[in-house]
């Protein structure tokens, strides 16, 4: 509850905010889908790093429309998902409830890329990459703890969601799983660990 307050009281206001910068462009892309738009390239489809941009604002386009207050909405949602995100992988990585919780707090708090949430479009999508990087990130920890092939299978397939679906904010995943792997491997040639 603690976590969702500071969550709420940390970008909470958001919510009441205008559209902004490149919101301008989304926004005329969802009115106009079947052309082509910018960066956004022709339909909701094409090809290039953005190709993904628009498709998670389409079911939302009819409800919302002009209207800045639900897109905002739907974008502190998916912050919360990158919070519940982060204290599960953080809870995997030292399986502490203390540690866990002051961490979560620290996060929910201060969104580094704070820039990121008040522009409608780059919030959906960072949030998204962050979340599916956060999830891959602890099931590949739990899988060098358990060597379950399972959690390797799923860990593999959103990796392939995260640079398929989030590819212009997912080109650090792959240093980061290197970076994961490269502890473990030190960690099992520890000499003091046997």
Request: net charge positive; charged share 10%; with cysteine.
């Amino acid at each position: 509850l603690l976590i969702l307050l500071v969550t709420l009281i940390s970008y909470g206001q958001t919510i009441f905010m205008y559209f902004w910068q490149d919101d301008s462009a989304l926004i005329f892309k969802l009115q106009h889908q079947a052309e082509i738009a910018g960066s956004f390239g022709r339909g909701l489809f094409d090809r290039g790093p953005y190709r993904y941009l628009v498709v998670p604002f389409v079911p939302f386009f009819p409800f919302f429309k002009l209207n800045p207050l639900g897109y905002f909405f739907v974008g502190f949602l998916s912050y919360l998902l990158v919070v519940i995100s982060f204290y599960w992988m953080v809870k995997v990585i030292f399986n502490n409830k203390r540690t866990t919780y002051l961490a979560t707090i620290i996060i929910s708090a201060g969104y580094i890329g704070s820039d990121t949430m008040f522009r409608v479009i780059n919030s959906w999508q960072t949030n998204i990459g962050i979340t599916l990087g956060l999830v891959l990130f602890g099931l590949y920890i739990r899988f060098q703890k358990t060597h379950k092939s399972r959690l390797y299978y799923i860990s593999l397939v959103i990796y392939l969601c995260a640079i398929e679906f989030v590819f212009i904010r997912s080109h650090a995943v792959l240093a980061t799983l290197f970076a994961i792997e490269l502890a473990f491997v030190l960690n099992d040639l520890n000499p003091l660990k046997k």
